[in-house]
Structures are given as structure tokens and as C-alpha cells.
């Protein structure tokens, strides 16, 4: 008890937790992906189930920092590369993500197999849960490694991430919703998806890309794809009101009509 009453506590917490939503955020906007394809009572659940997978994951392999200290150990050779556990849990999620990420673009461009214009195919519950549990593992790695290098203390960690996904339930809807309402913002979303996997690639390879890189990019393209919502709302509001305007002047020249000439209303 004597830790929660330093200030060393708080600080590490307040960081920890504000990282691990951070590095959260490509996790929720995979879950968000993915969900979709249920059908829209099911949707909901879905993201808590799968954050709540999530918190799991990471607060498991916190407890096993033993095992994950051998995952760094090189376990086979790959053209010059020697690739450990992890490099290659983080290949074989990047390559998921790449394949899943244009599939999805490729059904949202040209339409699914049943002709439908959207190509929306509805997924079963179960193996949508199951993707999001293989990437909750690769996204876990990348979250409690960087736990690991800040924190020594395990509970700060564990509280740090039961916050963060505390953080990820209460938005996991609103971001889901919104990303399902606005297609240009899926596809940025799925452009998200792409970069995350090459960069996962290639940290298995052992070529770190930054993660404020990808981020600013994303934010960046975020923050223009926002603008354009904005015009495009303000557009639909000034087409609405001149359709609005237009029907009251017909109405009011029906009105003049119908009182100078009765049948020439009627004809109207």
C-alpha cells in the first residue's frame, strides 16, 4: 500500500495508462473492422468481448515475463535473419493484418460474391472473436513489451492496463459506429491496417519503423478525411435548404394559381 501514497506511483501510472491507449488504438480499429461483418445486434458484444480478450492477453503475458524473455531468443534462420518467437508472431501478424486489410478494401471496391453493391458478407460470431483474439496476441506483444521497459513494478502495469481498456470499452462503440457510418473513414481505417502490418513485418525482420510515425500519419489523414465530413455535412444542409425554399415558393405559386385560376391549380 505504501506505493500508491508516492508520487513515482502515479507518474509511471498516468504514463503507462496513456501508452497503452495509444498503442490500444490499432487494436480498436482492427476490432472495429472486423465486427462489421456481424450483423448489427451482435456488433456491440462483439468489441467488448474483444477488448476484454485484450486485457487477457496482455495482463497473462505480464505474469509470464519469464517465458517472455525466452521469446527473444533466436529459434531459426531466415536468409541471414536469425528470428525469434516474437519475430515471428509479429511477421505472421503483420501478414494477417496485410491480407485481412485488402480483402476488406477489395470487398468495399468492387462487392462480395453475392452481388451486393456494399460487398458486405456477414461473418459468424465466433470466427470474427477468434480473428480478433489471434491479433489481440500480436498487439499484446508490442503493449506489454513497452510496459516492461518503462515499469518495473507488475501492479502499476496491470492497473495501467486495466484502465486502458477501461479507456477502449467506452469508446469502442461511438469509434465503431462512427467508422461504419462514413465509408471514406473505413477505408482509412484499412489504410491503418496496412501500414501496421508492413511495420509489424518489419520489426520481425528487425526493422524498427517508430509507431509516432504511423500514428501522425493516420492522424494527419484523419484530420483532412474530418474536414471533408465537415464540408461535405454543411453541403447537405445548404442543398436541403434550398430544396426546402424551392418546394415553399411552389407551394406559394400553387396558392396564387389555384386563387386566379382554380382549374389551373387543380392542373398543378
Known sequence: MEHLLTTEFWIALLTLSTLE????????????????????????????????????????LLLSLAFLARMSAPVVVFFGNELSVRDLVLIGGGLFLLVKGTMEIHQ????????APTGRVMQSFHWVIMQIAVIDIVFSLDSVITAVGLVDYVPVMVLAILLA????????DPVGEFI???????????AFLLLVGMALVADGFGMHIPRAYLYFAMAFSGGVEGLNLVARRRERRRTSQR?????????????VDEKTDPGRGREL
Do not use: W, Y
Open 108 to 115: 468495399s471496391v468492387e462487392g462480395g460474391d453475392d452481388g
Open 243 to 255: 430544396e426546402r425554399i424551392h418546394s415553399s415558393e411552389f407551394e406559394r405559386a400553387i396558392e
Open 165 to 172: 481498456v477501461a479507456v477502449m470499452l467506452l469508446a469502442s
Open 180 to 190: 461504419e457510418r462514413h465509408p471514406t473513414v473505413k477505408m482509412l481505417a484499412l
Open 21 to 60: 491507449i495509444v498503442l490500444g488504438v490499432d487494436n480498436l480499429v482492427f476490432i472495429s473492422v472486423a465486427v462489421s461483418k456481424l450483423p448489427p445486434h451482435q456488433r456491440s458484444s462483439a468489441r467488448r468481448f474483444g477488448l476484454a480478450l485484450a486485457c487477457i492477453t496482455r495482463i497473462l
